[in-house]
C-alpha cells in the first residue's frame, strides 16, 4: 500500500511533459505466501516488466522476443540483484536499529529516471521506505551533479559507502535507466504519448441541515496524468486546508480524474464572493477558467418546485377541463327539452284537441 502512494506522490513531481521509467521494489522480511523480493518496472503509468525472487527472471509484457532480450535480462539481473542484496542488508539493520519484533516487515523503494521532451536526460529520484514509513528520500540532478537529501530516520552510513552509492547510479543505473526509458517510449509511443482532454463538471449540492454549499470541481478522462486544477475565491487560490479532495485517482479506461470540493457557509453564501475553478492541461491550448454561480437556487430545490408548479399545472387544467365537461353536457341538456316541448305543439292529434 505504502508503495502506491509513494508513486502517486512522486507523479506529482515528475515534470509535466517529460516521460519516466519507475523501479517499485519490494523486499518482505517474514514468512508470507508471496516472494521474498519482488519488482515492478513502470514506464509512465503504464507497466512492462516484473521480476521476483522465485525465479530471477524478467518477465515483460510484450517484446520479450525482440532483439534486446539478451541484453535486457542481463542489465534487469545486474540492477535488480543489487537492488536485493542492499534491501536485504538494509532491512537487517533497519529492524535492529528500530527494535523491530518478530513477524512481517516490509521494505520498499521506488527509484527511477526522468526524460524531458526535448529528449534530455533529467532527474533520478529515489524514494525509500520500512514499515510504512519514509526512511530515505533524494533526488540525483544528473546534469548539475548535485543531491537533494531527505533523510527522516535511516541506517547511518560513511562517507564511503555513500559515495560508492552515487558512483552506481550515475555510472550503472541511471544509464540503463534511460536507454531503456528511450527505447520502451518508442515500442509504446502510441499508448503513453497519447492526449486526451479533460472534461470537466461543476457539481452543486446544498447540505439540508446545515444549509452549507458545496461546490466541487471535477476534471476526468484526460491523460497524461499531469493536471494542475485550482479553486479561487475572489481571484485568490482557496487555501489548501479548506477543500477537500485533489487526488489523482485513475479511471478505469486508462485516463485519469481530479475533483476539488469546497464548503460555502449560508452566511458566506450572502457576501457576494466570486468562486471559479482554474485548470491547465497538456492538451489544452489556454487555462481553462470556469465561474460557480453560488447564488444560483439550489438543484435539488430547483427541481421541486418545478415538480410542485406542475403538479399544480395539472390540477388546475384537470378543474377547467372538468368545469368545461359539465358545461357542454348541461347545454346539450337545455337544447335537447326545447327541442321536444317544440315538436310536441305540432303534431296533428294536439292541434285537433284545441279546436
Not at 99 to 121: F, K, S
Amino acid at each position: 500500500m505504502l508503495i502506491l502512494v509513494y508513486l502517486f506522490s512522486l507523479w506529482t513531481v515528475i515534470n509535466a511533459g517529460s516521460h519516466s521509467l519507475m523501479v517499485l521494489a519490494t523486499y518482505i522480511d517474514g514468512h508470507t505466501p508471496f516472494p521474498e523480493f519482488s519488482v515492478v518496472l513502470m514506464l509512465d503509468d503504464l507497466q512492462i516488466a516484473y521480476y521476483d525472487s522465485v525465479t530471477w527472471k524478467t518477465v515483460y509484457r510484450s517484446h520479450s522476443d525482440s532483439k534486446y532480450y539478451d541484453e535486457e535480462q542481463s542489465d534487469a539481473d545486474s540492477v535488480f540483484r543489487y537492488m536485493y542484496d542492499g534491501m536485504k542488508f538494509r532491512t537487517f539493520h533497519l529492524k535492529d536499529q528500530n527494535n523491530c519484533t518478530d513477524g512481517v516487515h516490509v521494505h520498499q523503494i521506488i527509484a527511477g529516471c526522468e526524460l524531458l521532451n526535448n529528449g534530455n536526460a533529467s532527474l533520478f529520484h529515489f524514494w525509500d521506505g520500512f514499515s510504512g514509513q519514509n526512511i530515505d528520500k533524494f533526488t540525483f540532478d544528473m546534469k548539475k551533479d548535485k543531491i537533494q537529501e531527505k533523510r527522516p530516520w535511516t541506517v547511518i552510513a560513511s562517507q564511503i559507502k555513500w559515495g560508492h552509492l552515487m558512483l552506481m547510479y550515475e555510472t550503472v543505473h541511471h544509464p540503463i535507466c534511460i536507454k531503456v526509458l528511450r527505447r520502451y517510449l518508442l515500442m509504446k509511443k502510441n499508448n503513453v504519448m497519447r492526449k486526451v482532454k479533460p472534461r470537466v463538471r461543476l457539481i452543486r449540492k446544498t447540505l439540508s441541515e446545515s444549509r452549507e454549499l458545496q461546490i466541487s470541481c471535477l476534471a476526468t478522462g484526460f491523460y497524461p496524468r499531469h493536471i494542475n486544477l485550482t479553486l479561487f475565491r475572489n481571484g485568490q487560490p482557496v487555501d489548501d486546508g479548506q477543500i477537500t479532495g485533489g487526488d489523482l485517482l485513475p479511471n478505469g479506461d486508462g485516463t485519469y480524474q481530479m475533483r476539488k470540493s469546497l464548503m460555502i457557509s449560508e452566511e458566506e453564501q450572502h457576501e457576494g464572493h466570486v468562486y471559479n475553478c482554474s485548470m491547465k492541461h497538456l492538451n489544452l491550448d489556454n487555462k481553462l477558467d470556469i465561474m460557480f454561480d453560488v447564488a444560483e437556487s439550489d438543484p435539488g430545490s430547483f427541481s421541486l418546485s418545478v415538480v410542485f408548479s406542475l403538479l399544480v399545472f395539472m390540477l388546475v387544467a384537470v378543474l377547467i377541463i372538468t368545469a368545461l365537461i359539465i358545461w357542454k353536457k348541461r347545454c346539450a341538456a337545455g337544447q335537447g327539452s326545447e327541442t321536444s316541448v317544440s315538436d310536441y305543439s305540432l303534431t296533428p292529434s294536439s292541434l285537433q284537441d284545441e279546436t
